[in-house]
């Protein structure tokens, strides 16, 4: 597929060409593309607030396989059935905590790749890379929104050439359809951490309340009103 889109490079995708280059049908072609486009828009603009979701349901998966084969491997069919079911519990809950790590690691890693070739230098490097980690894990909700409006913006253009628009113009639509899924998803679709943060207003006076660091609870700084913690996370 990868040197059937190359060779077109510049100028419309022959869908025909390519259809008959994959073995499918143009029917087929068409339904993949439609289906690239509509999630590929769909990632670029809401994927944050799927990704949870997408993380658990591959961890889940992973889990469970794993599970499985260490369970047939330890003591036949029983086993393995037990510790597929533990493992894909544990996958699905661990591994959206797993891959936003990894995402702060590659980010360390990144800068510290960046910093290290400009100066030369490892102490540099490294505390660029650990600011680069702490600020990545911080804000590791709006660098998933950028990386899905990336990665969506970049399968809608997939689909887009393969619907027979020219190369640059579906090049041209995916880095709008970036750009504005980006910006949507980093300011307009609020991040999780932050609402269950945010401090709830008093109900005796119009102030604002405040973290109550002995009890957990919440405190009003304007007329000493006091909420205690709230039952939800
Ligand atoms: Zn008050």
């Avoid at 979701?53 to 998966?61: A, D, H, K, T, V």
Wanted: aromatic share 6%.
């Amino acid at each position: 597929m990868i040197y059937a889109l190359r060779c077109n490079v510049g100028h419309m995708v022959d869908l025909t060409q390519l259809a008959s280059n994959l073995g499918v049908s143009e029917g087929i072609l068409l339904i993949i593309a439609a289906v690239a486009i509509v999630l590929g828009i769909t990632l670029a603009f809401i994927g944050k607030k799927l990704w949870k979701r997408i993380m658990s349901m591959i961890g889940g998966l992973l889990g469970a396989s794993l599970g499985f084969v260490i369970g047939l491997s330890l003591g036949g069919e029983l086993a393995a059935l037990i510790l597929t079911v533990i493992g894909g519990i544990l996958g699905s809950l661990l591994f959206a905590k797993i891959v936003e790590v990894a995402l702060a690691i590659l980010c360390g890693a990144l800068a510290f790749g960046v910093v290290f070739l400009l100066t030369g230098s490892l102490l540099a490097g490294g505390i660029i890379a650990v600011v680069a980690f702490v600020i990545c894990f911080l804000f590791v909700e709006k660098v998933v929104g950028i990386l899905m409006a990336i990665a969506g913006a970049l399968l809608a253009g997939v689909g887009l050439m393969l619907l027979g628009l020219g190369t640059e113009l579906a090049a041209i639509v995916s880095l709008v359809i970036m750009v504005a899924g980006a910006i949507v998803q980093t300011l307009f679709i609020p991040d999780k951490k932050k609402k269950t943060a945010m401090a709830p207003a008093c109900k005796n006076c119009p102030g604002t309340m405040v973290r109550d660091a002995a009890t957990g609870g919440w405190y009003c700084p304007n007329c000493g009103a006091i909420e205690p913690v709230e039952p939800t996370s």
